[in-house]
Nanobody, 126 residues
Framework: QVLLEESGGGLVQAGESLRLSCVAS????????MAWFRHAPGQEGQEREF??????????YAAISVQGRFFISRDDSNKTAYLQMNSLRLEDTAIYYC?????????????????WGQGTDVTVSR
């Protein structure tokens, strides 16, 4: 079992930055994908939207909507993944979830991921 705990969410104004962190604990495999998804307000019950992912070899992939603004990274010595979010927009308001997969390819579908955190709230205001 892998446990994921997110932190770093909060309330910011449009144009500002935030950095989210996700710490993995428990029986983490030697290589695994970590990713960030989000659920915008009113989208509960729908699939979470893929934001960015990073493989064990640090290959990254980001959704088109955040490319050039959001950057994912990882520090395996601390079993932590980060999501640096710059130039935040109103439409980035969402609950952000960390996910991990035992496989080592970044995929955008929720079902690819085996473990999920509880989420951290990001609110972007005018």
């Amino acid at each position: 079992q892998v446990l994921l705990e997110e932190s770093g969410g909060g309330l910011v104004q449009a144009g500002e930055s935030l950095r989210l962190s996700c710490v993995a604990s428990g029986r983490t495999p030697s290589t695994f994908v970590m990713a960030w998804f989000r659920h915008a307000p009113g989208q509960e019950g729908q699939e979470r939207e893929f934001v960015a992912g990073i493989s064990g070899s640090e290959a990254t992939y980001a959704a088109i909507s955040v490319q050039g603004r959001f950057f994912i990274s990882r520090d395996d010595s601390n079993k932590t993944a980060y999501l640096q979010m710059n130039s935040l927009r109103l439409e980035d308001t969402a609950i952000y979830y960390c996910a991990a997969s035992n496989r080592d390819s970044v995929m955008t579908q929720e079902g690819w991921y085996d473990f999920w955190g509880q989420g951290t709230d990001v609110t972007v205001s005018r």
